[in-house]
């Protein structure tokens, strides 16, 4: 794929299920105006979730038809299940048109962007420690026990991959200890990274 340079800036953010991720892209988007991308994935929608505004739900069929067609600019298989991917032109055209565009992705998909858009910038969120991660995902109830520990697994290695030293992913880590000072930390390092020209 050729390089291409954009106005925008393409800002990852990754970090474990459960880490509180979705809460501080919601409390980013109070301070900065961005494009959130929508990915697509062949996991189920839960009720609180709308199609085209949280995810495209698609079957594998078309997922995989979306991939033969190149219109992923990032996908991977997660929890040995799920496919989820970046939709390429949503992305492309905000990019274009000088936005900042966050993608809300899991290390495979950031490394994937990071190798062909090494102008992106990355941001992986840690929880304060593995035991604090876990309860968080047994405290929301969101899923049945052998899903908690398949996400815990997945977050166990995930964290691994993401602070190994050489990785050239994140350009940043940043520690959900607390909401507000974590929170602080994003706009300081977004408003700090807009400043730079290149
Ligand atoms: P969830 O099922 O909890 O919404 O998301 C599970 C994981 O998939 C999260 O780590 C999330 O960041 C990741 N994810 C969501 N969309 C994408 C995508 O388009 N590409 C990749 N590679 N990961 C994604």
Same mark, same amino acid.
């Not at 880490?19 to 929508?38: M, N, P, Y």
């Given at each position: 794929?050729?390089?291409?340079?954009?106005?925008?800036?393409?800002?990852?953010?990754?970090?474990?299920?459960? &880490?509180?991720?979705?809460?501080?892209?919601?409390?980013?988007?109070?301070?900065?105006?961005?494009?959130?991308?929508?990915?697509?994935?062949?996991?189920?929608?839960?009720?609180?979730?709308?199609?085209? +505004?949280?995810?495209?739900?698609?079957?594998?069929?078309?997922?995989?038809?979306?991939?033969?067609? #190149?219109?992923?600019?990032?996908?991977?298989?997660?929890?040995?299940?799920?496919?989820?991917?970046?939709?390429? #032109?949503?992305?492309?055209?905000? /990019?274009?048109?000088?936005?900042?565009? &966050? /993608?809300?992705?899991? +290390?495979?998909?950031?490394?994937? +962007?990071?190798?062909?858009?090494?102008?992106?910038?990355?941001?992986? +969120?840690?929880?304060?420690?593995?035991?604090?991660?876990?309860?968080?995902?047994?405290?929301?109830?969101?899923?049945?026990?052998? &899903?908690?520990?398949?996400?815990?697994?997945?977050?166990?290695?995930?964290?691994?991959?993401?602070?190994?030293?050489?990785?050239?992913?994140?350009?940043?880590?940043? &520690?959900?200890?607390?909401?507000?000072?974590?929170?602080?930390?994003?706009?300081?390092?977004?408003?700090?990274?807009?400043?730079?020209?290149?």
């Amino acid at each position: 794929m050729t390089e291409t340079k954009h106005q925008g800036l393409l800002l990852i953010i990754s970090g474990p299920s459960g &880490v509180g991720k979705t809460t501080l892209i919601e409390r980013l988007h109070q301070k900065f105006d961005f494009a959130f991308s929508v990915s697509a994935t062949t996991r189920a929608r839960t009720e609180k979730e709308t199609d085209g +505004v949280d995810y495209f739900f698609l079957d594998e069929i078309t997922f995989t038809q979306w991939i033969s067609e #190149d219109r992923f600019l990032e996908y991977a298989h997660v929890f040995e299940k799920y496919w989820y991917g970046t939709p390429r #032109d949503a992305v492309q055209q905000k /990019l274009n048109e000088g936005r900042i565009v &966050v /993608l809300d992705i899991e +290390v495979q998909g950031a490394e994937q +962007v990071r190798r062909h858009m090494p102008e992106a910038f990355g941001v992986f +969120v840690l929880p304060p420690s593995e035991e604090a991660l876990h309860q968080r995902l047994i405290d929301r109830k969101r899923d049945a026990p052998d &899903v908690i520990e398949r996400r815990f697994a997945q977050a166990r290695a995930e964290i691994a991959t993401a602070t190994a030293e050489g990785q050239t992913t994140y350009d940043v880590h940043i &520690v959900n200890d607390d909401l507000d000072r974590a929170s602080q930390e994003l706009d300081g390092i977004l408003s700090e990274r807009l400043k730079r020209t290149d």
